[in-house]
């Protein structure tokens, strides 16, 4: 047989072997079932089990969206000299008072600079007493005639300098001393310490953050809100808010919503105040309600819905008393412990 020919069955051969093989893995040798919609048997419900009515609630709608525990009074503290660091007595999560003493600097230069001032008015002091006399001697001279107009004058001119140097001495001695305040930095602000961004021995600058102070009592939620829902927002309106760390909900007032829209969100930031509380701490997560209209829900007991995997089911009767499990998607849980489906 040529060789061209037992190429030719060889492949042909080849092709019959695959051809079976994906057809018995399609299932070729194996009988079908045809679609159609097939009952799973659910054992009638027991005598004694609980039943409940499916709820259609139509109610007002509530978005939520997620934001964030911010305080209202956020201070950054910074140095307006530039210094090395000295003592840092507070750390992150301190609670301080305004006025308090919270850093200090290095500052034997700057005392050195008053000291030089204070001995600079001290002697410019003298000279303006030693002025006063000259002029005094002049014009008595000069009242008497045995002085001249130019001695007097001349004097006179002295005594003018003198007091000119003074002055110039004593804001010099206030501005070398307020240079040294500047050494000992205090907080405007009472609050707690969040970030501490400093330690001795750094050189602090002018404008640069040293710590970050909240206030603690003043803490509002901040949220993104979609623009649609935003507009129709006003300051003063109140909103539930959900804080997920402690379980609990609290109530919001709205009092502030910034003008302006974010391009790529579509969102307004709504910030709402929440009343003081020990437990709340500047960061935490936190979901608000956005009123959204009204809708018709379904609500049924949290407790009759099963969940095997990934799937949730309840067992649903009929008028006839037939028992029957379906696939639900749950939605949100009320205060009463129903959940909508």
């Known amino acids: 047989m040529k060789p061209q020919v037992l190429r030719v069955f060889e492949g042909l051969a080849l092709l019959a072997v695959v051809g079976g093989a994906v057809f018995w893995l399609s299932g070729g040798f194996e009988s079908r079932i045809a ?8 054992p009638p419900p027991a005598a004694d089990s609980a039943q409940a009515v499916v709820a259609r609630v139509t109610e007002r709608a509530v978005e939520c969206t997620s934001g964030i525990l911010e305080s209202a009074s956020r201070t950054t503290v910074s140095s307006r000299i530039l210094a090395r660091i000295e003592e840092v007595r507070v750390g992150a999560g301190d609670l301080v008072s305004a006025g308090d003493v919270v850093i200090r600097l290095e500052s034997r230069d700057l005392a050195a600079r008053v000291q030089q001032a204070r001995e600079a008015l001290r002697a410019a002091r003298a000279e303006l007493e030693l002025a006063r006399a000259e002029e005094s001697r002049a014009k008595q001279l000069l009242d008497r005639g045995v002085g001249t107009r130019q001695r007097h004058d001349l004097a006179l001119s002295n005594l003018r300098v003198a007091e000119a140097e003074v002055d110039r001495m004593a804001r010099l001695l206030e501005e070398s001393e307020t240079a040294l305040s ?27 953050a040293l710590l970050r102070i909240y206030d603690p009592r003043r803490l509002r939620v901040e949220a993104p809100v979609r623009e649609s829902l935003a507009v129709h927002l006003q300051v003063g309106d109140r909103l539930w808010v959900q804080i997920a760390a402690l379980g609990e909900h609290f109530e919001g007032v709205i009092d502030e919503i910034v003008p302006y829209a974010e391009p790529g969100a579509r969102t307004l930031l709504v910030k709402a105040s929440l009343p003081p509380d020990e437990r709340l701490v500047g960061g935490m997560f936190a979901r608000i309600g956005v009123p959204a209209g009204e809708r018709a829900r379904l609500y049924i007991p949290g407790a009759a819905v099963e969940t095997i995997g990934q799937l949730q089911f309840v067992t649903v009767v009929d008028s ?10 749950t939605g949100e849980s009320d205060r009463a412990g129903r959940i909508e489906v």
């Open 35 to 42: 679609p159609a919609e097939v009952r799973h048997a659910v």
């Open 182 to 208: 500047y050494a000992e930095i205090t907080t405007p602000v009472g609050g707690r310490v969040v970030d501490r961004l400093a330690e001795p021995g750094d050189t602090a600058a002018p404008g640069t």
């Open 320 to 329: 006839s008393g037939r028992a029957e499990r379906r696939l639900v998607t």
